[in-house]
């Protein structure tokens, strides 16, 4: 008998998993993949930022000459594969560490709730005073013609090949798809992105997300826009364009990059009674499902499909499993897409602010006002802050270029604690950071 059943080791599982440990509770964390850490640290997050960071250096390298640096450089990518492989491995083992210290139980298998408070894993049951559900998510295929053939790649699977394609196609042009084709373009392989809607990067504020098309193509990816793919053949995906015309682009590699979906089937879920709502399990502020002793928390809720937004969701589950009072808010969640350049965004867009009802400012900057900006960055780069006009209140920024994703934070803390703008005034920014770019802003707001 354990106080905590965890089921999946992903960055929510191994957060509660931690967390319950430290707080003296006996927790059994349940796996059925071989490595622990999850999508983010196996397929997701870690390989990704490996792999994109490998392709910013070789491209700075490349194209450095108004920096001074040129001459012969040469991308290797069985090399930047055996770095992400040593990154991954490395954090996986300090999973398995942590799970150690904190006195965590890891089985390997898939579990299956079999009534409350019990879990079964194979032939043996497990017992537990309350079972967390830290399933996550699977990429979604959607069923295109085609779409099944030994060239058509999920964003695990293109994890694992063993040489760079030629031409890449990536259908979706979400976060996902963007990452990657950012990364293939940058190391010089001919990418095109197939995007339904008609925009990249779903979510973003509308002139971000345009300005990150514009800066993207410019390092030679084709975006196609509105576009509806009806067929993948063995060397080019096939799809009607904006306009209705029938077109194709050639690929010896395809990346389906068409959304992710929350893992609740085979779980037992139903048979408990667990309330799924729209595919995703149904979660109140204290991440408890409707059946007690029951919760759940990262992408199989479905809320925000982000890593930290997992671990948060687990360490809230925890803490009210230990009896210590606490809740979800999902207002001040950071997003980032780290293509190059980056974008980092907390909060409202100024559409969604207008939508919700709020009187509004706004005030935008390009990243250029920044002296180290200017120093560090060719590329254009943009800064948007959104506050309520009554309250003062910071609502959201939105930023695209280099180090948006190491600056986000303070952004997000600053909505987080309902600073008012009069406030950020005074605070002292270092210089010359690109973060001062944030202050500058703030300072150009008009109420
Ligand atoms: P997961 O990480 O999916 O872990 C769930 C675990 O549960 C898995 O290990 C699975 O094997 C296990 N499991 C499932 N069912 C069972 C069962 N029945 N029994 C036992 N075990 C089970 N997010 C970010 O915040 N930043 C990023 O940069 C980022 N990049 C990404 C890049 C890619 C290519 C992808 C695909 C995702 C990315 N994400 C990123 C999203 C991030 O990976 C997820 O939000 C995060 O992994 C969710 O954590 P989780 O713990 O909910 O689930």
Redesign the pocket.
Known sequence: MYDLIV?????????AAERAGEAGKSVLL????E???????????????TLLNCGKIYYAAAHGESFGVGGEVRFDFAAAMARKRKVVGQLGKGVAMLMKKAKVEVIR????IVAPGKVA?GQDVHQAGDILV??????ARPPIPGADQAHVRD??AI?DLDQLPQRLAVVGGG??GV??ASFFASVGVEVSVIEMLSEIAPGTDAEIARLLRTELAKKGITFHCGARVEEIAADAVRFTDAQGQSQSCAADTVLM?TG?RP?VE??GLEDVGVAIERGRIAIDAACRTNVPGIWA?????GK????????R??ECAVNNICGRADRMRYHAVP??I?TAPEVASVGLTEAEAVERGRSVVAAKLPMSVSGRFLAEHDGRGLVKVVADKHSRMLLGVHLLGGHCSEMIYGACAMIESETRVDEIKEFIFPHPTVCEVIREAVLALRF
């Open positions: 089921i999946g080791s992903g960055p929510a599982g191994y957060v349940v796996e059925r993949e490595v622990l850490g999850g999508v983010c640290l196996n397929w997701g997050c870690v390989p990704t930022k298998g898939a579990a299956r894993v830290c399933t996550g998510s699977r990429s964003s695990r994890l976060v996902i990452e990657f990059a992710r893992n085979d779980l928390a990262g992408d199989c809720t925000v499909l982000l890593a930290h937004l997992a671990s969701q687990a997003g980032v780290y």
